[in-house]
């Protein structure tokens, strides 16, 4: 059974810094794409950022040089740092997994990261 469980979301005040983590199990993570996407209310599910199996990344215009995704195959972990947060950034952030030489796409129950004053 696939499992992708994300931790880490939280209040923050603009300004600030969050990490999250996305742990999986059930997969062979290192032959994953791994992804952290996000939704807020009322709109649509974005990519946040994506590293491949081989390491290359990623990320919306929106987080550039604010957000930086990494992952640790021993531990089967992805995880988004994420400094300078803004209110914008405020959503549900998902963590996926995708392999798509086999069509196979996985997606954690998500983390809330709120940010407010």
């Known amino acids: 059974q696939v499992q992708l469980v994300e931790s880490g979301g939280g209040l923050v005040q603009p300004g600030g810094s969050l990490r999250l983590s996305c742990v999986a199990s059930?997969?062979?993570?290192?032959?994953?794409?791994m992804g952290w996407y996000r939704q807020a209310p009322g709109k649509q599910r974005e990519l946040v950022a994506r590293i491949t199996y081989g390491g290359s990344t990623n990320y919306a215009d929106s987080v550039k040089g604010r957000f930086t995704v990494s992952r640790d195959n021993a531990k089967n972990t992805v995880y988004l740092q994420m400094n300078s947060l803004k209110r914008e950034d405020a959503a549900v952030y998902y963590c996926?997994?995708?392999?798509?030489?086999?069509?196979?796409?996985?997606w954690g129950q998500g983390t809330q990261v709120t940010v407010s004053s």
């Open positions: 059930g997969i062979i993570f290192r032959n994953y794409a």
């Open positions: 996926n997994a995708a392999l798509s030489a086999l069509s196979l796409n996985y």
